[in-house]
């Protein structure tokens, strides 16, 4: 925006932000922008500025999710041809939190905004927000821990009573064998990729970049989160893998299920769209709540006979080493788990 001055005079000016972004930016929506970078100037003079105030509007309570509601709308009216767009919310001043469905309802704020990594606050935080509905996924879970801490702290805390866990994320390596940990020892969460992309440029360029993956009966968000909710999911390196992974016993969908029974079971392994190279890997460990440290071997065959006491997943290496997909497990157990299965995941009787 260019507006005329008076040489030596104050002078007030009122300047819309979210007008100027709609017309230099007719295609996205207006209100999905930061305040960042903000530079005002003067062509060939000197100049003052005194008493900058912003004045934003629709702060008070759940008006900025009503306004992300919106941008979303927008977005999707402008873009979402075949893409279909639900709201989500990270919680950030707990270790790190996602929010899928439930009514969005804001937690109350700690004043000053400091983070605290407590895992009891993290906890309860975790129970307040499933008490509002939805899933709650804890995000990039090492960044104040190593993997033997992790791997601890999840065995005593019931993993903070999360339903996801971001396990495609840096240190890859680590975060796998803690995945392997929690395996052993049935803690029934949903392995998922990254949750989100902070720099909006191209994700699959990023460092971190791993997505999602669900079966699911439709794109409704009640089929995907029950999906995630069952484990019936994978992940894979948005730039290297978009194949699709799954556990089968008799050409029924198995990912993420607890199968009850004292014999052993045929289960085959799928992983399609291999790129030149990759090979599939079945992933068999025993799961007999022992110890804090993976028990695992890899198959050759893609069918695998897992007895009980046991657990299978599949993942696809490329030619060069790097684990570039990787799917929730199926666990055959011929007793109880020290954790209560989840119904969602029960085949069998528990």
Request: aromatic share 8%; hydrophobic share 40%.
């Amino acid at each position: 925006m260019c507006l005329p001055v008076k040489p030596g005079q104050w002078q007030e000016f009122t300047f819309v932000l979210r007008d100027d972004v709609a017309k230099l930016w007719p295609d996205i929506a207006a209100g999905d922008n930061a305040l960042t970078g903000l530079r005002i100037g003067v062509q060939n003079a000197g100049f003052v500025a005194d008493r900058l105030t912003f004045h934003r509007s629709r702060r008070a309570g759940q008006a900025g999710e009503r306004l992300r509601a919106e941008v979303i709308a927008a977005a999707a009216a402008r873009h979402g041809a075949g893409v279909t767009h639900y709201r989500a919310m990270e919680v950030s001043l707990v270790r790190h939190l996602n929010w899928f469905g439930g009514d969005q309802t804001f937690p109350s704020f700690p004043s000053p905004p400091i983070r605290d990594n407590d895992p009891g606050l993290t906890a309860s935080m975790v129970r307040y927000l499933k008490s509002h509905g939805g899933l709650v996924c804890w995000n990039h879970p090492m960044d104040v821990a190593k993997r033997d801490e992790l791997a601890k702290l999840m065995l005593e805390r019931d993993f903070l009573g999360v339903d996801l866990v971001e396990i495609g994320r840096k240190p890859f390596d680590d975060l796998l064998w803690v995945y392997d940990v929690a395996c052993r020892n049935p803690l029934f969460f949903t392995a998922v990729g990254s949750s989100d992309d902070h720099d909006a440029k191209d994700w699959a360029k990023e460092p971190e970049h791993d997505i999602t993956y669900v079966w699911s009966a439709s794109s409704a968000q009640p089929d995907l989160l029950g999906a995630l909710a069952k484990g019936a999911a994978w992940f894979t390196d948005l730039a290297r893998y978009r194949g699709s992974l799954d556990l089968r016993i008799g050409g029924v969908s198995q990912l993420g299920a607890v199968l009850m029974t004292k014999s052993p079971v045929k289960v085959d392994a799928i992983a399609t769209g291999l790129p030149s190279g990759a090979k599939a890997e079945v992933i068999v460990g025993v799961a007999d709540e022992a110890a804090a440290v993976p028990s695992t071997k890899a198959e050759k065959s893609k069918t695998v006979t897992v007895s009980p006491g046991h657990y299978v997943r599949v993942q696809v290496r490329l030619a060069g080493g790097d684990v570039v997909g990787v799917s929730n497990p199926l666990w055959v157990l011929d007793k109880a788990p020290k954790r209560p299965i989840p119904p969602v995941r029960l085949r069998g009787k528990e």
